[in-house]
């Protein structure tokens, strides 16, 4: 999901820190890249799904993508892969999915919380 920021001065120095005291609350391990464009924030832990976090723009015209990389095959062809006796992956995978829709709720009423003050 992506969202933008129009007119709100959001400053991505201050962004970045909050988001990343957030994760690591939450026993997250972080890696930060910085470049001239965009801060890409790779988050991942033990049980989720791997989560990418890019930022960019400016103060006034500000985005944030929040991502999460997970195994998208057992999405679409679920019921083939528990005829084939793999429905634990099916059912890791759902549990996963669950995790990274938790986690992706609860950063957005962060980042909301964080842009409004």
Known sequence: ???RWIGKN????VILDNIKEFFERK????LIKESA???SVLVQK?????ILINMWGS???FFIEFQCRNFPLGKYFSSFLTLLGTGF???KWLKREELCQKIED????FVDQLIEK
């Not at 959001?10 to 120095?13: I, Q, R, T, Y």
């Not at 026993?27 to 972080?30: D, K, N, R, V």
């Not at 033990?46 to 791997?50: E, S």
């Open 27 to 30: 026993g997250f391990t972080i």
């Open 59 to 61: 103060p006034n015209d």
């Open 46 to 50: 033990k049980d989720y799904p791997l």
């Open 37 to 39: 464009e965009k801060i």
């Open 10 to 13: 959001v400053h991505a120095d």
């Open 89 to 91: 992956l099916v059912s």
């Open 106 to 109: 609860e950063f957005w009423k």
């Open 1 to 3: 999901m992506r969202t």
